[in-house]
C-alpha cells in the first residue's frame, strides 16, 4: 500500500511486522468480519460502507500476505469467497481482546458489543494472550518482557533506554 501510510518493514519489532502484514483498519476489519462468518466481496461493502476499490486493494493484500485465501464462489461464477487461512485465524485471541478492550474502554451505555463465549458450554470467554505455560491466566502487572533469541540492538538500545530514564 505504498503511499498510504508509514512502512514498518525496516522496524526490527514483531509487533511493527505483525502491523505491516496484516495491513490498515481496514485489513482488520475485514478479518474481524471473516472471522464473525462473512465471506462475500459485496458483503464486506455493505456492512463497512467501504468503496469496492478499496476493499478490493485490501482483499488483495490480506490474500498475498497469506491471511485469507479466495476460492471461486460456486453460487456465482464471477464472485469469490474469501476464508481465513490457519495464519488468518490465529489473529482470532487479538480480535478478540481488541474488542474486549474497546468494550471496557470506550463502552456503549447498553452493556458490550460482542460477547465471547465457549462454543461447547456457553460460558463467557475472556480472550486473552497472557496465559503462562501451566495455563494460570496473567494480569499485564504479571506479564514482563525481555530480549529473545531473535531479538536485535533495537531492542536492546530500547531496554537501556527505559532503564536510564527509571534512573535519572
Do not use: Y
Given at each position: 500500500m505504498a503511499g498510504t501510510r508509514t512502512s514498518f518493514a525496516d522496524l526490527d519489532c514483531g509487533f511493527?511486522?505483525?502491523?505491516?502484514?496484516?495491513?490498515?483498519?481496514?485489513?482488520?476489519?475485514?478479518?474481524?468480519?471473516?472471522?464473525?462468518?462473512?465471506?462475500?466481496?459485496?458483503?464486506?461493502?455493505?456492512?463497512?460502507?467501504?468503496?469496492?476499490?478499496?476493499?478490493?486493494?485490501?482483499?488483495?493484500?490480506?490474500?498475498?500476505?497469506g491471511l485469507i485465501e479466495a476460492r471461486p464462489d460456486e453460487d456465482d461464477r464471477r464472485g469469490k469467497i474469501y476464508e481465513l487461512t490457519e495464519k488468518g485465524r490465529d489473529l482470532t485471541p487479538v480480535v478478540g481482546a481488541l474488542t474486549q478492550w474497546g468494550d471496557r474502554w470506550v463502552p456503549k451505555k447498553g452493556g458490550v458489543r460482542t460477547e465471547f463465549y465457549e462454543l461447547s458450554t456457553g460460558e463467557p470467554v475472556t480472550c486473552t494472550v497472557g496465559v503462562s505455560k501451566h495455563g494460570h491466566i496473567l494480569s499485564p502487572d504479571e506479564i514482563g518482557h525481555r530480549t529473545g533469541p531473535g531479538g536485535s540492538q533495537v531492542r536492546d538500545e530500547l531496554d537501556a533506554l527505559v532503564e536510564r530514564r527509571k534512573t535519572s
Open positions: 511493527a511486522q505483525a502491523i505491516e502484514h496484516i495491513g490498515d483498519q481496514w485489513c482488520f476489519l475485514i478479518i474481524r468480519n471473516l472471522l464473525m462468518g462473512m465471506t462475500r466481496f459485496e458483503d464486506f461493502a455493505a456492512h463497512l460502507s467501504i468503496s469496492p476499490k478499496i476493499l478490493a486493494d485490501r482483499l488483495q493484500r490480506l490474500t498475498g500476505e
